[in-house]
């Protein structure tokens, strides 16, 4: 826009320009004068126009958004709001697995048996102090073994599921001293399994209490679906227990769309729930490894 201005205030002045070499000796001096002045005004607007812009731009650069690296968990799980602005690269990075916290020992692979029950041995702890868990649950989804899953069942479908994630260090506190926001940093981080578009929104805990040795969070939240590009909203009861001479809380999260687990999805999560162990291997001679997935780890490992 600015060029063509430009363009048009340079074309109006040559317009008005006339030879001076048929014009008499006075006229000649006279134009010679004014053709100097023209030429001092025109190069006072292109100037001006140059200073214009880069103004502009300027101003423009200083008022875009700055752009965040990390979720502020806390204040985002009060009000259900990023305050932050969008996500950076940075940010963006390690789409291609969601960190979940699953490590598994290196030789072993998730199974799932004709009856949907599900095992895997992970690691939990340290790169230098590994502790070996077991986990199980049932679930009536198929096993996913793409490379962005790491323990999960799904019904692709309807988009239902369940999956295994693991907490960072709990620092010797135990489930019940533990507040729900610190289970739910996993899922929610902009790496977590539930941000693989953005991280959710309207993320409110419904109830937290717990049972037996074992927390169970139910919550419902909003995420982003890629391919209506909507916030749709969902529901998920959670389970989490620390394998006894551990310092990591395994956790299972079953889930549903909002319309879904009025229709008796509920049921189902529940009872896949219910199902979940968490114990500690048999300690064996053989030394405790992470398997080499190339392209994803948990934080600790």
């Not at 806390?74 to 602005?85: Q, Y």
Request: with cysteine.
């Amino acid at each position: 826009m600015m060029k063509i201005v430009a363009v048009l205030i340079l074309a109006g002045f040559a317009r008005s320009f006339q030879p001076t070499a048929t014009l008499p000796r006075a006229h000649r001096d006279a134009s010679s004068a004014l053709l100097a002045t023209r030429r001092e005004v025109v190069s006072a607007v292109s100037a001006s126009l140059v200073t214009f812009a880069v103004t502009s731009i300027r101003d423009s650069a200083s008022a875009a958004p700055a752009l965040q690296d990390s979720l502020p968990i806390e204040e985002f799980l009060r009000t259900g709001l990023d305050p932050s602005g969008p996500m950076g690269i940075s940010a963006q990075a390690g789409k291609s697995r969601p960190i979940t916290g699953v490590v598994f020992r290196d030789g072993t692979d998730v199974l799932q048996g004709k009856d949907g029950n599900v095992s895997a041995e992970l690691l939990v702890g340290t790169r230098a102090n590994p502790t070996s868990v077991l986990v199980s649950f049932n679930a009536p989804y198929k096993l996913e073994t793409g490379s962005v899953f790491d323990v999960e069942c799904r019904d692709r479908n309807t988009g239902d599921g369940a999956f295994i994630a693991v907490t960072e260090s709990v620092g010797g506190k135990s489930l019940e001293e533990l507040p729900s926001s610190f289970f739910l940093a996993r899922l929610f981080d902009p790496t977590g399994r539930f941000s693989f578009y953005g991280p959710p929104t309207d993320v409110k805990v419904k109830s937290s209490k717990m049972v037996d040795d074992r927390r169970i969070i139910e919550l419902s939240f909003s995420n982003l679906s890629q391919s209506t590009n909507a916030e749709i909203p969902r529901n998920a009861i959670l389970v989490a227990s620390i394998p006894k001479g551990t310092d990591n809380a395994v956790m299972l999260i079953s889930s549903a769309t909002a319309s879904r687990w009025k229709k008796g999805s509920d049921v189902t999560a529940r009872a896949i729930v219910d199902s979940f162990r968490a114990i500690p291997a048999p300690k064996t001679a053989m030394k405790l490894r992470s398997k080499d997935r190339s392209g994803g780890s948990s934080l600790d490992f």
